[in-house]
């Protein structure tokens, strides 16, 4: 009988070392599985989205709305000058004119990876280096500017109460 259960022991042994491991088949569609899903996870990340082209084109937008608020708000005229990649403006009030910190006035920089491709005040294309105009009364031209991010393009355009929305 000892001999028997020894047998018996060995042939439970051997079986329990047998499925010890993985298959090859087993481990070969676990590495699949997680290849598909880093192409996966790597092409959403990467890929160009509208959403993030609406997003940057947004906050361009909500800083022309503030500059507009910002003239009425201090009663000054506030011309700015927007150059494809950056703003910079100026506030004309009791007789002086003073560079406006933009760093004050938004808690937001210039959108990342956006472009200003072309203004439109009062549909006439605005030429190089000639400012916009936010006056203190909040009756300003209508404007409309085009953006893009090199994949998609839109416009911004000025409502008659002063604030900006994105068209497509």
Known sequence: ????SKKLACRQQCLAM?????TLI?????LVIIGLMTAVTTLSVNAPS???FLTSAEKLAATFS???DEAIYTSSVITCTVNATSISCNRYRDGEWDEVNMAKLLSWGWPDNLVVKQILVN???????QPLKFLPSGDNDSISVQVSDGNYSGWIDSSLAGKFKVSS
Request: no cysteine; charged share 20%.
């Open 18 to 22: 047998s499925r010890a491991g993985f």
């Open 1 to 4: 009988m000892v001999i028997g």
């Open 26 to 30: 087993e481990v070969m569609i676990v």
């Open 123 to 129: 549909g006439v294309v605005l030429k190089d280096k």
């Open 50 to 52: 509208y959403s993030r």
């Open 66 to 68: 503030v500059i507009s």
